[in-house]
């Protein structure tokens, strides 16, 4: 069903914005439309949970995210999608998607964003 493949990342001041892509190119549409997308991201050790979108289309955020980052899906485009406002140098990290299909789970290489205060 072909990789998970994100973009967009790179290095912005700190109250600017990005937005990140996600995109499973070779999924057959009826298969993205079933998956659950997420955002993790990782500064250290620990991957963590930034937002997810169900099918449908139920959100979740994590609370040091929340009000500011917003996950969309654009099913006809195959694209996920994470919009991130008034970053802060905590937002640091490099972004991975994850698709989810039933128990099977899927990563992407991850992208860098870099907030520079």
Known sequence: QGPV???GGGLVQAGGSLRL???ASRII???FNMNKWSWYRQAGDQRE???SIDTD???NYAVSVKGRFSI???NSRKKVYLQMNS???EDTAVYYCQRQAGSSIYWGEGTQVTVSS
């Open 87 to 89: 970053l802060k140098s």
């Open 21 to 23: 892509s996600c995109t």
């Open 5 to 7: 493949v994100e973009s």
């Open 57 to 59: 289309g139920r959100t």
């Open 49 to 51: 949970l930034v937002a």
């Open 72 to 74: 969309s899906r654009d």
């Open 29 to 31: 549409l009826s298969f």
